[in-house]
């Protein structure tokens, strides 16, 4: 082996080197992912939009009477409601459970409590939604659930342990609150 082509193979891995070292730190530049990588991580949010799409799809419009009646009917569910309550029972909890009303049923209770008159909900009234966010929702919200019918649960109306309806607990995947 004579000196020139050993000098042309350490050029060559001194080329390869140089190469290597300078598209490592171009992509440190760029942000640290190759191309394709990022073309993998746009690919995978498009897809993420995609499936929270597909489940608001897939949910079934359904009241909460039709809950009880039916439960093993639904696994997914869609339903507007207002807030009448939060039950959660730790305040610095992500994880919040709303007994909700449908909006006739709620109109009827706050204008009894406006009259200083009992109201004691009656089954396929009122429904739990369980929400895992930082979101808190007021009393009298207007929301939109999108989620999934785990159990019917015993709520104890009015404060008597005598009363007690049936309720669907509802997990919810997404809520929207009505502006307003």
Avoid at 46 to 66: G, M, N, P, R, T
Avoid at 85 to 105: F, M, P, W
Avoid at 166 to 176: F, S
Wanted: net charge positive; glycine share 4%.
């Amino acid at each position: 082996m004579t000196v020139r082509n050993t000098i042309k193979k350490v050029g060559a891995y001194i080329f390869v080197v140089v190469f290597t070292i300078s598209l490592t730190f171009g992509l440190a530049a760029c942000g640290g992912e190759a191309p394709s990588t990022k073309a993998n991580q746009v690919q995978t949010e498009q897809e993420q939009v995609e499936s929270k799409a597909d489940f608001k799809k897939s949910c079934k419009k359904v009241s909460f009477e039709s809950m009880l009646r039916n439960p093993s009917k639904y696994d997914r569910v869609k339903f507007s409601c207002v807030v009448a309550d939060d039950v959660t029972t730790d305040s610095q909890s992500e994880r919040r459970v709303y007994i909700v009303a449908n909006k006739k049923s709620y109109d009827s209770h706050m204008t009894m409590a406006a009259w200083n008159m009992s109201y004691a909900w009656s089954e396929g009234e009122i429904a739990h939604v369980i929400i895992e966010s930082k979101k808190r929702y007021l009393s009298g919200d207007v929301l939109t659930v999108y989620g999934e019918l785990h159990d019917i649960a015993t709520q104890n109306v009015a404060g008597d342990s005598e009363y007690e309806v049936d309720v669907p607990q509802v997990y919810a995947k997404y809520v929207k609150r009505a502006k307003g």
